[in-house]
């Protein structure tokens, strides 16, 4: 009875008009103790379904490809009406029915949310933050129309200044933002995630419209903490420079990026009109103690999300229009939607003036060294790898560098050749940047079906593009890469890189478990480990009789020859075992680029379009 008599409080909303509250969904969020991590969720429907009201939540949320069972979270449900407690039942995983009720009906749920990604629900006495996937049922037969939210101020002391962040339009809120919202359908409402904490806040204007960038968690005080004024500064020459990519075309009216630093995250998804991030204290632009090779990876996780607004957002694939929250929703063009949004996130700061572009080749070759890295990019083929999204990019596993290719990195490097053929096809007069323009003119309100993008980029460029993108998409074939520096003036080569598996020397062909004990993460097909009987999880306890663990196993392998057979001791399942293994020579595995000295003058012409050097 306690829960009955306190959700009658939860569920008052005096703000909202009679007529209001008749077509909308109603959703009221308390929290009473932030220490215990729970949510009180509160639905009320005016005039539920006359043969009984179900709700439902997402099994996943939008732009991050997993099932993730919000549901499980949830520790109790009931429901009450004017009349009095309305039984409910759950009808499959994510699904619960009031029944029989009368209006207005009031669904109570108290959620469990202790997942400190960009994906979930949190909050502790330091924060809260949620994602309304997580934590709001939709009501059925309602999804279309206006949901309103409220959120009512947390009163335990440890929320003392908390003030409330999102994009979400507000109808009736107090100085701090806490009071109501209004979506347009459901659609809207799970999609401008919610921070509530002590934050900061820098905003600036990128081509006239308010951007702000919301930082919470710890990230340095005094003189030693971060220069917010930089990274706005930064952020906003890159906002601009995207916006002026898409003909000046901004898709909301106002845009945060709320950004959650912590010791060693890493993260971030996108939204409608705003993103969540979760990035690397350490990584923010500092007066002292400045990382820049962090800093960069920062700048390029907040471009990279900025450019979803057009890219996935706005421009979607026909599989995610609409987007089912029941189950899978495959596509076979994530390459497109996420390979091609990681090409602009480096090259937008190349473009905007925020890194040069020496800077912008090492990161390219960092891609190409990714993806050659991963056997898997000989094994499956990016539209493979974007229909398997759900069940193997998100769901990787030892093998998983064996068999699959990144649709993230392989995706960027399709989106570099493609620009590069075409401009050497146009003699730099169509470029990808046309590409997109087009795309965007043309599909940002009309969904795109396989094949949509292919036939834009060749009536865009007249060029023949059949080829290209059958080697590109549908083969594991090379990209012609290689092939195609040189024209832009770029010197590429090979050398044989550094990591713990793998000295100048010798390498034993698998991977290993950075900590403690040289444990094999990933054995390489056809390799020294391989043959010797390693697999995954088994101990390399010695090698050439020579004790090894994770932090000593790359100075002993500096001692072997290649070719030269050592006794090998592991252990697997507590049990010792001897055996021999004979290192070989490693491959060149890392790439290098570099600008050429003294390219011909078409060269040198193709080079000053693409990289402006
Ligand atoms: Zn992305």
């Known amino acids: ?267 971030g998804l996108e939204h409608r009109a705003s993103t969540s991030l979760i990035v690397q204290r350490d990584h923010l632009p500092r007066a002292r103690g400045h990382d820049e090779k962090g800093y960069r990876t920062l700048l390029g996780l907040f471009s990279h999300e900025y450019f979803h607004s057009w890219l996935v957002k706005r421009i979607k694939p026909a599989d995610f229009s609409p987007y089912d929250l029941t189950r899978e929703n495959l596509t076979r063009q994530l390459w497109l939607f996420e390979g091609f949004t990681s090409h602009y996130d480096d090259l937008a700061l190349l473009r905007a003036g925020v890194i040069d572009a020496t800077t912008y080749l090492k990161l390219l070759a960092e891609t190409i060294g990714r993806v050659h890295g991963m056997p898997g990019h000989r094994v499956q083929t990016l539209e493979d790898a974007s229909l398997d999204a759900w069940i193997k990019y998100y769901r990787p596993d030892e093998n998983s560098p064996n068999a699959t290719v990144s649709y993230y990195a392989k995706g960027a490097l399709v989106a570099l050749s493609l620009d590069l053929h075409l401009r050497s096809a146009t003699a730099g007069r169509v470029t990808l940047d046309a590409v997109m323009q087009a795309l965007w003119q043309q599909h940002a309100d009309a969904p795109l079906h396989d094949g949509d993008f292919e036939a834009l980029a060749e009536a865009v460029s007249g060029v023949e593009l059949g080829g290209f993108f059958e080697r590109a998409l549908r083969s594991t074939d090379e990209l012609p890469l290689h092939e195609q520096m040189p024209g832009f003036g770029i010197d590429w080569q090979w050398r044989v890189g550094e990591s713990d598996d793998k000295a100048d020397t010798v390498t034993l062909g698998a991977r290993f478990e950075k900590r403690d004990a040289a444990r094999v993460k990933t054995v390489l097909p056809s390799g020294p480990a391989q043959r010797a009987g390693l697999a995954p999880g088994d101990e390399v306890v010695a090698l050439d009789g020579w004790r090894v663990d994770a932090a000593t196993l790359p100075e002993v392998l500096k001692t072997l020859a290649p070719g030269q057979a050592v006794s090998l001791h592991s252990a697997r399942d507590g049990r010792l075992r001897t055996s021999e293994i004979v290192p070989v020579a490693p491959e060149p595995d890392t790439c290098l680029l570099k600008l050429a000295a003294s390219p011909d003058e078409s060269a040198l012409a193709l080079r000053k379009g693409w990289l402006g050097a």
């Open 1 to 267: 009875m306690l829960a009955f008599a306190a959700t009658l409080i939860v569920c008052t909303n005096p703000s909202a008009s009679a007529e209001q509250t008749l077509s909308s969904p109603i959703y009221t969020l308390r929290c009473d103790d932030p220490r215990r991590h729970l949510w009180q969720v509160c639905v009320t429907v005016e005039q539920p379904a006359a043969d009984g009201q179900r709700f439902r939540l997402p099994v996943w949320i939008p732009g991050s490809y997993l099932v993730r069972e919000y549901a499980r979270h949830v520790v109790s449900v009931s429901a009450h009406s004017a009349e009095g407690p309305v039984a409910v039942s759950k009808t499959d995983k994510q699904s619960w029915q009031a029944a029989p009720c009368s209006g207005p009906l009031h669904l109570e749920l108290t959620v469990y949310a202790h997942d400190e990604s960009v994906r979930g629900a949190w909050v502790d006495d330091r924060r809260a933050y949620f994602n309304g996937a997580a934590l709001l049922p939709w009501a059925e037969g309602l999804e279309s129309g206006p949901q309103r939210l409220r959120i009512e101020r947390i009163a335990d002391p440890c929320a003392a200044g908390w003030r409330v962040a999102t994009t979400m339009t507000a109808e009736d809120v107090d100085a701090d933002g806490f009071g109501s919202y209004v979506a347009a359908d459901y659609d809207e409402l799970i999609d401008h995630p919610v921070e509530i904490a002590a934050w900061q806040a820098v905003g600036f204007e990128a081509c006239g419209t308010p951007h702000r960038i919301v930082l919470s968690g710890e990230y340095g005080r005094g003189e030693h903490g971060a220069d917010l004024a930089r990274l706005a500064a930064d952020v906003q020459k890159v906002c601009a420079w995207q916006i002026g990519l898409f003909g000046g075309q901004v898709p909301f009216a106002r845009y945060d990026f709320l950004t959650l630093a912590t010791r060693g995250g890493y993260g």
